[in-house]
Structure formats: C-alpha cells, structure tokens
C-alpha cells in the first residue's frame, strides 16, 4: 500500500487549505484513514482520523476548524483546514491503518503547511 499526500502550501493566518492523500495497493476494506502532524521540535500528534463506515475523531486543538473526508471507492481522504492558525504550522502525514489480520499501518510522505502570521 502507497500513501501519496498533496495539497499543502503557505497560508496567512485565518486562510484555509485543503490536503488530499490517495492510496492505492491491496487495501483492506475496513480501515481507518487519517492525518497527523509534526511541528518543528516537536513529536508527532494525532490530528483526525476517519473509518471506513464514516466515523470521525479530531484532535481537540482542530475541532470546529477541519474537517476530514473520504471516497471510499477512489480510497482518498481529504482535510479541510478552515481558520488556520500558526500553530497549525507542521508537517502533515496521512496514514492508513488496516484491519485485517495483523493489523498494518502505512504512512504516506509528509506535506508542508505553514501558516503565517
């Protein structure tokens, strides 16, 4: 399974992005897509997630200002980014993990956000 993730760039504060991360591969079909970030000097954190039966998990620092997606037949996952903050700024990975037997995660190559004040 390959994660290719896109949609990152440079944003005022206040902006919005929207990052999009396809898979493709064997792909179990029940799994969770999600995002997670990793700001410079810090460790990597959980941003949202969603289930292949479209339940939804956000961080607490992004509720209310993103918004996770996805088409389960295209296997893609989307982020919506409203009201981006400086803090928003990291860089952002998608991950798949897959239920079956074992369970396996995939990671895909980060993308920039950086969010200017």
């Known amino acids: 399974v390959q994660l290719q993730a896109f949609g990152g760039g440079l944003v005022q504060a206040g902006g919005s992005l929207r990052l999009s991360c396809a898979a493709s591969?064997?792909?179990?079909?029940?799994?969770?897509m999600g995002w997670y970030r990793q700001a410079p000097g810090k460790q990597r954190e959980f941003v949202a997630s969603i289930t292949s039966g479209g339940t939804t998990t956000y961080a607490d620092s992004v509720k209310g200002r993103f918004s996770i997606s996805r088409d389960n037949a295209k296997n893609t996952v989307n982020l919506q980014m409203n009201s981006l903050i400086p803090e928003d700024t990291a860089l952002y990975y998608c991950n798949l993990v897959s239920f079956d037997t074992p369970p396996r995660t995939y990671w895909g190559q980060g993308t920039l956000v950086t969010v200017s004040s």
């Open positions: 591969g064997s792909i179990f079909r029940r799994n969770v």
